[in-house]
């Protein structure tokens, strides 16, 4: 007689249950899993109606790549959905009208207005966007250190606002750039100034000071532009030093890499940043790019923008 080998009875037995018991077999149902939600620009959001939100961005030699640049800030600033922007190296005072003009078109919900001054070196002037239905000018922004201008070659640039019954006032810098002991010196000077300028003319306000100051926080004490302010942690912070003592990929400038766009505040705003329904973050628009970062330098800036949510006005 011819014998089976054993392994083909084993596979027969196997196949036997499979067909004669298939009708006892109860299945998983199957499982349906969503695709992730697509990251665009449109899912860059910021601002909430029960906060106030101001950004610093340098928006590099704006625009460094004409009607295309100005386009891409036309859907930014809406959807960010800040209350106030504090810009850097605003160039073309024409494309910032334009942009101006097409912020309110995009955006029917809100009114935008903006200044923008025109005293810098190289016409990188500073500037500023804001809601005209949310924020109240309590006077004409102005500029301060206009004779000052070896150590502050952008003038700082002020707005004294009121939002929710709460009145602030920035102060929009941009501090002298590279990494020169000239130039270190130059900012650690500024940084005096401002410093002065606060205890002598705003020595009660809720100040915010923000901008792109071009330097670290966490250089040496002997070596540190910022120590003025370091030197006295009951009177000021700097919102963003998490940012700063945190992970590279979340710094303002990929570039480098460094984190060099900072805010500040004073004292009467302590309460205020240590809220739990206040945030600081570095917003990483590339993110939402189909181009990614190289999109973003290309187009927009080399620089993120860096924003603060505070909880104002109970």
Known sequence: MKKFPITFAICGLFIFLIIGCGENISYPPEITIDPPPEITIDSLFFGTDSTFEIITWNIEWFPKNGQIT??????IIPIIDADVYALQEIEN????ATLLQEINDFDTLNTWQGFRANSAYAYINLAYIYKSNEITLEEDIYEIYQDENWNLPRSPLVMEIEWNGTEITIINNHLKAFSDGESEERRRQACILL????VQNLPNEKVILLGDL???LLDDEDDNVFQVFLDEPGNYKFADMEIATGSITDWSYPSWPSHIDHILTTNELFDEINDENSEIQTIKIDEYLDGGWSEY??????HRPVGIKLKLGE
Request: charged fraction near 20%; glycine fraction near 0%.
């Open 70 to 75: 100005v386009d891409l800030v036309t859907q």
């Open 93 to 96: 005072s024409n494309y910032f």
């Open 195 to 198: 410093e002065n300028y606060i």
């Open 214 to 216: 071009n330097d670290s």
């Open 297 to 302: 330098e290309q187009s927009i800036s080399d």
